[in-house]
C-alpha cells in the first residue's frame, strides 16, 4: 500500500490536464477544505475527488471486488474509507461547497474518459 500515491496519481493528471486545457483554475488537495480535495475550483465553490474503486468501494463496480484472502482486513479497511468520504461530502455540503466524485471505472478507457470530463465540465459551468 506505500506504493499506492495520495497524491498526483496518474487519474488526477488527467483530469487536472482536462480542466487547464479547458480554463477552469483550481488548487490542489488544499488542506483548508474538508477532505482535502484532489481539485478544488475556488471560483465554483467545488471539490472534486478522485475515487479508485476498489479503495472507495464503488458499488457494483468489477473493480471493487474484495480479495479472497485476507477478506475480513479489507472488508474493515474499505468500509473506513467509505464512512471517511461520507462525512467530508457531508461536511462539505453543510459549509456550501459542491462536492463531485469521479470514479476510476468512469475514466478507465479513452472513450469513458472523454464522455465524463466533458460531464465534468458541464456540470462546473452550470453552476456559473
Known sequence: MRKVPG????????IRKFLFANGIRF?????????KPDIFILKYHIAIFYHGC???GH???KHSELPKSNSQYWQAKISKNINRDKIV?????????????IWGC???????QSQRLILLLEQI????
Open 27 to 35: 488548487r490542489k488537495n488544499d488542506k483548508r477544505y474538508p477532505g
Open 7 to 14: 497524491k498526483n496519481s496518474k487519474p488526477e493528471l488527467i
Open 54 to 56: 476498489f479503495w472507495h
Open 89 to 101: 461530502l457531508e461536511k462539505l455540503a453543510e459549509s456550501g461547497i459542491k462536492a463531485m466524485v
Open 106 to 112: 468512469e475514466i478507465d478507457t479513452i472513450p469513458k
Open 59 to 61: 458499488l457494483n463496480c
Open 125 to 128: 459551468k452550470s453552476n456559473d
